[in-house]
Nanobody
Framework: QVLLVESGGGSVQAGGSLRLSCQAYGDTYSISTLTCQAWFRQVPGKEREGVATIRSDGTINYADSVKGRFTISQEGSPRSKVLLQMTSLKPEDTAMYYC??????????????????WGQGIQVTVSS
């Protein structure tokens, strides 16, 4: 079993930066089976959307809305921490951000049901 805990959210003015961190807790074997880690976000009344994914081999994908502004990365052995560096933040980036992890052979944020592990969520607020 793996527990994901997010940190680093908060409030910032437009154009500012924040760094989100997602720490995975659990036994080493369980964490090593995580093949895909991701960040999602959700605004009240809207569906949860994928922001970025990173595979265990380092392959990265971003939503078009954050390309060039957000950077996802991994730290630790095995890959126990996932970071999301957010720059040039816009008011439309305001949302609850969730980290997620999957043990599936593919890595896509198209279906959040593919992710078996989720953090509790952390709020990011960008003011204009």
């Amino acid at each position: 079993q793996v527990l994901l805990v997010e940190s680093g959210g908060g409030s910032v003015q437009a154009g500012g930066s924040l760094r989100l961190s997602c720490q995975a807790y659990g036994d080493t074997y369980s964490i090593s089976t995580l093949t895909c880690q991701a960040w999602f976000r959700q605004v009240p009344g809207k569906e949860r959307e994928g922001v970025a994914t990173i595979r265990s081999d380092g392959t990265i994908n971003y939503a078009d809305s954050v390309k060039g502004r957000f950077t996802i990365s991994q730290e630790g052995s095995p890959r126990s921490k996932v970071l999301l560096q957010m720059t040039s933040l816009k008011p439309e980036d305001t949302a609850m951000y969730y980290c997620a992890a999957s043990t599936r052979s593919y890595c896509s944020s198209t279906y959040d049901s593919d992710f078996g592990y989720w953090g509790q969520g952390i709020q990011v607020t960008v003011s204009s």
